[in-house]
């Protein structure tokens, strides 16, 4: 077990810190402090971080945190704590870690027994996802899908069933084919594509997949997809859905899960009673 009280006593810290995905005005006035006052922060890129410190005229020493280098890095960063050093952790935009580098360097900080605390501030998914007029919650955070078109697809039919509403980022230039990989798999869903989430074009296009796969392929910027989960399951009876049923339970037990296991998998994924499944799938009723 570990135990963090982020406010007692004076501890080397890695701060996580959130900058603005656009609108430079939303760096929050913790953030800007937090950044002043660590004595190193480490940077994605940090020829983009300077143009952020710049602006706010803030001189504090740079040093570079990125996929490339995470292993490295995140020793070092350990071995600066262990000086007795703060330091702060910034992605090119939005909150380090979602979708960016940082995780495997929040892993060794803890273990080695410094304090990890969040600063809060902007994040593209959480904006998109409460304009986007789609039920917030549940929800379900992938990311970018796979480039592969193949591998984009596998994902898409695992995610098929879940009943929550579904969030991911994607490219200009992929979206055209991630929409129709996402309309052919998970079907016609009401959806949201919002893009330069904060920035001066700012827009949201809110339909179905069918309709806004006609608009997306001429827009550009960061692109965040909402995407309706699946409601049709949960709106049939357990028998009637059975021979469906049947079949997702036993692809999961051909994958070595246990018919408990997939059952209660199953029940999960498409929002209906563990029990009236494994009822319904042993015969008991």
Do not use: W
């Not at 899908?145 to 579904?166: D, G, V």
């Amino acid at each position: 077990m570990n135990q963090q009280k982020s406010f007692e006593g004076n501890h080397p810290t890695l701060y996580i810190v959130a900058t603005p995905i656009g609108n430079l005005n939303e760096l929050t006035p913790r953030a800007k402090e937090i950044l002043e006052t660590v004595d190193v922060i480490a940077a994605e890129d940090t020829r983009n971080t300077m143009k952020l410190l710049a602006h706010f005229q803030i001189s504090t020493h740079l040093i570079a945190h990125h996929k490339f280098n995470e292993t490295a890095s995140s020793k070092g960063i350990v071995q600066l704590l262990d000086e007795g050093k703060n330091v702060a952790v910034v992605s090119d935009a939005g909150y380090p870690l979602i979708s960016d580098p940082g995780s495997e360097l929040v892993k060794e900080v803890i273990d080695a027994g410094y304090h990890v605390v969040p600063i809060s501030g902007s994040n593209a998914m959480l904006n998109a996802l409460v304009a986007s007029g789609i039920a917030p919650q549940p929800f379900l955070f992938y990311g970018f899908l796979p480039s592969n078109e193949r591998q984009r697809i596998k994902e898409l039919h695992a995610l098929k069933h879940y009943p929550m509403t579904l969030v991911f980022y994607e490219a200009p230039h992929r979206i055209e084919k991630m929409l129709k990989d996402c309309l052919e798999v998970l079907g016609d869903r009401p959806m949201c594509l919002a893009r330069e989430l904060t920035k001066k074009h700012e827009e949201f296009l809110r339909g179905t997949i069918q309709e806004i796969l006609k608009e997306a392929p001429s827009r550009k910027g960061e692109m965040v997809v909402v995407i309706a989960g699946e409601q049709e399951e949960k709106e049939k009876d357990v028998t009637q859905a059975m021979p469906l049923l049947k079949e997702h339970i036993q692809n999961y037990i051909q994958e070595g899960m246990t018919t408990n296991e997939a059952i209660k998998r199953v029940a999960r994924e498409r929002g209906l009673s563990k029990n009236e499944i494994y009822k319904e799938y042993h015969g008991l009723n």
